[in-house]
């Protein structure tokens, strides 16, 4: 019995001896590798799942939000350093050229004499950079700008995607769609995965054990930031991120500053490394297509109310009110025509916004076949507070119509209504300005001025004490009002304003300093 029993153990142990390890990530091109709690069973599995990070770089942006990757000839953007221009982003025909980035954009030239050079945009990159954010947080709305990268932790998506592998994969597809050769990188720390993207590595990696066999390898002066610790690095023979990792804590921190041992640990997941998530701007846009076409605006009408329902459950959602629509009208022959309505203040009522779309439409005659239909709203207004009604989804409006304001500028366009505001200068000709409608601005003085101005004074002749204009004769009065200003920019006036009266009519006359001529200027 008892040799029984040890024959046993023995073959436990023998079997023990023969069992596989689990497997260990390692760096791939395309596909996740399974992390080792994949093959722990189901009773010993995490509950919580552990973040996937992905970093996506684009090496021609600078080309691509000036709007430059279609060209064939060889193309370059500069940017000025100092006294030197030095080239950024070469398009593909200009690096077979031998032109790289960081070459004087003299020394580009002179490889590629038919280069053209384009400066850098920084803020069209950044309006690029930012309409791809707002793409990628429909897989994911943890998305962060980082520089001029992108970072998305997705995951809570994969899940609702298929999968890490089906999610990346549909990340890959739109961006390279959108984009020319995006770099994109899986990592479970967003420091890494900026790290392998920033170095054109293209890789997936799910568990935190298989980051420092992918990061080992990497230029070392990737994690140092500023020339003086570079240099250290180089006196110490530091070439690697590995290089960095076997060096003492506490010694690396004292040469090299504290911030590089913090940066380690966040890239091996030792150190929270939180990111800002952006929050885009609620954004709508709707198409509709007719086959065939539409030749006449009437019959537009029914679908542009079902484009407005879209709308008013897109405004329901986001909590926001609509300050400015835009309709594009499209069609096979390179017709695209848009048709803006004015609000004068945020609306969400689809009534209303209706009534206004029929006036801009008005006076609209379409010169071929309409067959797309687009309604896009760009400027949001948050919705106000109201506590009237518990279950009211608009707030209560004393009036619930849409103004005249709005009513003529649709139909007459917005330049045909405008307010008049004063300027602080005391020549009448120059003392008005157009402004918003309804915008109040109150006179700096108190001498008044006539509601119709004219844009040139109109001569008169002065008799006997009475101001002659035509046959019809101005009883002037003894007040006046001496103007004499704009003598800094050439157009000096030197006047005496006086009232003049014939009957019920009430003048505003001048006359000239300089020449004693009179003239008629306005009437109250």
């Known amino acids: 019995m008892h040799q029984e029993r040890l024959s046993t153990v023995a073959q436990l142990h023998q079997n023990t001896k023969h069992q596989t390890a689990p497997p260990v990530p390692v760096r791939g091109n395309s596909d996740c590798n399974r992390s080792p709690s994949d093959t722990l069973p189901k009773a010993r599995r995490r509950v919580v799942q552990e973040p996937l990070w992905v970093a996506v770089s684009f090496p021609f942006l600078p080309l691509e939000a000036l709007g430059k990757t279609t060209q064939q000839q060889p193309m370059a953007v500069y940017a000025q350093q100092g006294q030197t221009h030095t080239v950024i982003t070469p398009n593909q025909p200009a690096q077979k050229s031998g032109v790289r980035s960081g070459m004087t954009l003299t020394a580009a030239q002179v490889l590629s004499p038919a280069l053209q050079a384009v400066p850098q945009d920084v803020s069209a990159e950044s309006e690029w950079l930012a309409r791809l954010a707002l793409l990628a947080s429909r897989w994911t709305p943890a998305v962060s700008i980082a520089g001029d990268d992108l970072l998305l932790e997705i995951s809570g998506s994969t899940r609702l995607f298929g999968g890490a592998n089906q999610l990346l994969g549909k990340i890959r597809s739109r961006l390279t769609f959108e984009t020319q050769s995006p770099c994109i990188s899986a990592m479970p720390t967003a420091a890494s995965a900026l790290l392998c993207v920033r170095n054109g590595k293209s890789l997936c990696i799910t568990a935190k054990e298989?980051?420092?066999?992918?990061?080992r390898?990497?230029?070392?002066?990737?994690?140092?930031?500023g020339a003086k610790q570079q240099r250290a690095l180089k006196q110490y023979g530091i070439s690697t991120?590995?290089?960095?990792?076997?060096?003492?804590?506490d010694g690396l921190a004292r040469r090299l500053g504290p911030d590089l041992v913090h940066q380690l640990d966040r890239l091996l997941g030792k150190q929270a490394d939180p990111q800002a998530a952006i929050a885009p701007p609620p954004v709508f846009q709707q198409d509709s297509a007719f086959d065939p076409g539409i030749a006449n605006t009437g019959q537009l009408m029914p679908f542009m109310e079902i484009l407005l329902g879209k709308l008013k459950a897109h405004l329901i959602q986001h909590h926001v009110l609509a300050e400015q629509l835009e309709w594009h009208l499209l069609n096979d022959s390179n017709l695209s025509v848009c048709i803006?309505?004015?609000?004068?203040h945020p609306r969400g009522n689809t009534l209303d916004l209706m009534k206004l779309c029929r006036l801009a439409f008005e006076g609209f005659q379409t010169p071929d076949l309409i067959t797309h239909l687009s309604l896009r709203v760009r400027r949001f207004a948050p919705l106000p507070s109201s506590s009237a009604d518990l279950f009211s989804i608009l707030p209560r409006t004393t009036d619930r119509e849409i103004s005249l304001i709005e009513r003529l500028q649709n139909r007459l366009g917005r330049q045909a209504v405008q307010g008049i505001g004063m300027q602080p200068d005391h020549r009448p000709e120059k003392a008005?300005?157009?402004?918003?409608v309804g915008k109040a601005v109150a006179l700096s003085h108190g001498a008044q001025r006539p509601l119709w101005l004219f844009d040139t004074p109109r001569s008169i002749q002065m008799s006997n004490r009475q101001l002659l204009l035509g046959s019809q004769s101005f009883l002037l009065q003894r007040?006046?009002?001496?103007?004499?200003?704009g003598w800094?920019?050439?157009q000096s006036v030197r006047r005496d304003y006086y009232h003049a009266k014939s009957g019920a009519l009430r003048a505003w006359v001048f006359r000239d300093l300089d020449s004693g001529i009179w003239q008629l200027h306005g009437i109250f």
């Open 479 to 485: 007040q006046r009002e001496r103007i004499c200003s």
């Open 488 to 490: 800094w920019d050439s």
């Open 432 to 436: 008005w300005s157009r402004c918003a």
């Open 340 to 344: 803006p309505v004015y609000l004068t």
């Open 241 to 249: 991120v590995g290089d960095l990792l076997r060096l003492p804590r």
């Open 217 to 225: 390898k990497l230029p070392a002066k990737a994690v140092v930031a």
């Open 210 to 215: 298989g980051i420092h066999a992918v990061i």
